[in-house]
């Protein structure tokens, strides 16, 4: 039995490669999305929140893409009450992609807002007042592009940033975020 | 030796330089028209308000291969050591000017001088007690260097270093020894400034104009 099964499963293994391998999946023009769960990890209050974490990116060419990605927050990770009420962020930039066959690494910058707001349990200040502040983001990442519909992802990300309302709270963290995208 | 290692590193900065260069376009065909859509981070420095952050947007037009205008718009928050919150919105125009020949668009690297003006709009903040609040509106003035990295034909990430002098009279926040703090206008005009440091990541859209 394990003689028949061995060899199909080189052989299946083989024929997917060749496929994967043989199509050219990333090209100008090719858009790719995502949504997933992103963990992060802040600096300043060495506290993990997690967010929803969208993103579509644009190919203007095989190693050059814009993307606009977007992060709802929602909650931290420990039993404690969260410093945030919420702590949404929207960024926009491009990345760099170095490709070989389907991998595709690639370094990017983003610049962003946060939309924040504090917890009012959590510091005790009253009437709490959201506000608006800029980020800047580095990002790295790795696509691997498994099908002309499909790819994995792994994404990380340093979030720049303070918070100057009600309180002064640094917003740097650092985020990571992997799953399986769409190609369209 | 020297001499292989000199030939070696004379093509490897040739070959970079060349690098984004299309085979279509040269430096000595016309470039004015172009219009380029972009984003922006802005660090902003030596301020006597303190270090500060910034989002922002810009668009370029391009008059010719030697001048190109920035048009952009700033959002910069500052936390200052008094638990103030300085905000400053910019929004104003530069003219760039690329001075060497050999390094204009679509070399990889290109070079500018830029010098504008810009309306600037300031509001500090105590940032526990926000009905303690102050704004002004005003002008200003900057200048600077930076470089284009034409990473492709129509993508460039710029980095300009430049100065802002603001051209009014600025917001004073005194602290108090009882910890109160005031925030008043500055007696007279004091040329104060900061020095701004901007990533742009920059697309060019279309062409308004062929020559």
């Known amino acids: 039995m394990e003689k028949v099964v061995k060899p199909l499963f080189i052989l299946m293994i083989g024929m997917i490669s060749a496929t994967v391998f043989s199509q050219d999946i990333v090209r100008t023009g090719l858009v790719r999305a995502q949504l997933t769960i992103s963990p992060s990890y802040n600096f300043s209050d060495n506290t993990s929140y ?31 009450n969260s410093s945030f009420d919420f702590n949404h962020s929207l960024f926009f930039g491009a990345s760099y992609h170095f490709l070989k066959n389907n991998n ?24 709490i007042k959201t506000g608006i502040n800029p980020l800047l983001s580095p990002v790295l990442g790795y696509n691997f592009y498994v099908h002309k519909v499909f790819h994995f992802f792994i994404q990380s990300r340093l979030v720049i940033g303070e918070h100057n309302y009600n309180l002064h709270k640094s917003l740097t963290e650092f985020r990571f975020s992997a799953g399986l995208g769409f190609n369209l | 030796m020297k001499i292989i290692k000199l030939t070696f590193l004379i093509c490897f900065l040739t070959s970079v330089n060349s690098y984004a260069q299309p085979e279509s ?22 301020d006597l308000d303190g270090t500060g952050l910034g989002t922002g947007g810009q668009f370029r037009i391009q ?79 900057q200048a600077g260097i930076g470089a284009h990295f034409n990473l492709s034909k129509r993508f460039d990430l710029s980095l300009t270093a430049q100065y802002m002098i603001h051209l009014t009279k600025e917001l004073e926040v005194e602290q108090h020894e009882n910890g109160d703090i005031h925030i008043q206008d500055h007696s007279h005009n004091s040329l104060e400034g900061h020095l701004l440091a901007t990533v742009s990541l920059n697309y060019k859209l279309f062409r308004l104009w062929k020559k």
């Open chain 1, 50 to 80: 997690f967010y929803l974490h969208g993103n579509a990116e644009v190919y203007l060419e095989k190693n050059l893409s814009i993307a606009g990605e977007g992060f709802y927050f929602l909650g931290n990770l420990s039993s404690e």
């Open chain 2, 25 to 46: 376009e040269s430096t000595t065909s016309s470039n004015a028209g172009w219009f380029t859509l972009g984003g922006r981070s802005t660090v902003s420095l030596f």
């Open chain 2, 63 to 141: 008059l010719s291969n030697r001048v190109n205008t920035d048009w952009f718009a700033d959002y910069i928050t500052i936390n200052m050591k008094e638990g103030v919150r300085s905000t400053y919105y910019h929004i104003g125009w530069s003219v760039l000017y690329y001075p060497f020949e050999e390094l204009r668009y679509p070399k990889l690297v290109q070079p500018y001088i830029l010098a504008g003006h810009c309306f600037d709009y300031n509001e500090k903040t105590a940032i526990n007690t926000p009905s303690i609040s102050k704004s002004r509106w005003g002008s200003a003035i």
């Open chain 1, 104 to 127: 595709d690494f690639y370094i990017g910058i983003q610049p962003g807002i946060s939309i924040t707001k504090l917890d009012n349990q959590a510091t005790n200040l009253g009437t």
